[in-house]
Nanobody, 124 residues
Framework: QVQLVESGGGLVQAGGSLRLSCAAS????????MAWFRQAPGKEREFVAG????????YVGDPVKGRFSISRDNARNTVYLQMNSLKPEDTAVYYC?????????????????WGQGTQVTVSS
């Protein structure tokens, strides 16, 4: 079992930056792929970015490509989402997910563990 705790969300003006963190605890000896998803009110959970355990495989969703990047520090059991040039349409609750098969699945249904989410609000 793995517990995920997101942090770093908040209110920012359009064009600004935020860095989200997701700290894993519990059975962290396994090699988990990690990802960020987001969900805005009335919308489905959307893939933002994902990374394999080694960091060799990284994926970024089209809506955020060129603005967001994902990284991880396995020594700290933490994955990060650097968000630059934020837009009002990036406003959502951002969730961290973990997959015990080290598979980066673009569908939210393919992940084994989820955090509670952190709110990101971008004002225009």
């Amino acid at each position: 079992q793995v517990q995920l705790v997101e942090s770093g969300g908040g209110l920012v003006q359009a064009g600004g930056s935020l860095r989200l963190s997701c700290a894993a605890s519990g059975r962290t000896s396994s090699r988990y792929a990690m990802a960020w998803f987001r969900q805005a009110p009335g919308k489905e959970r959307e893939f933002v970015a994902g990374i394999s355990w080694s960091g060799a495989r990284k994926y970024v969703g089209d809506p955020v490509k060129g603005r967001f990047s994902i990284s991880r520090d396995n020594a700290r059991n933490t994955v990060y989402l650097q968000m630059n040039s934020l837009k009002p349409e990036d406003t959502a609750v951002y969730y961290c997910g973990a997959d015990r098969d080290d598979s980066v699945n673009l569908s939210s249904g393919g992940w084994d563990y989820w955090g509670q989410g952190t709110q990101v609000t971008v004002s225009s």
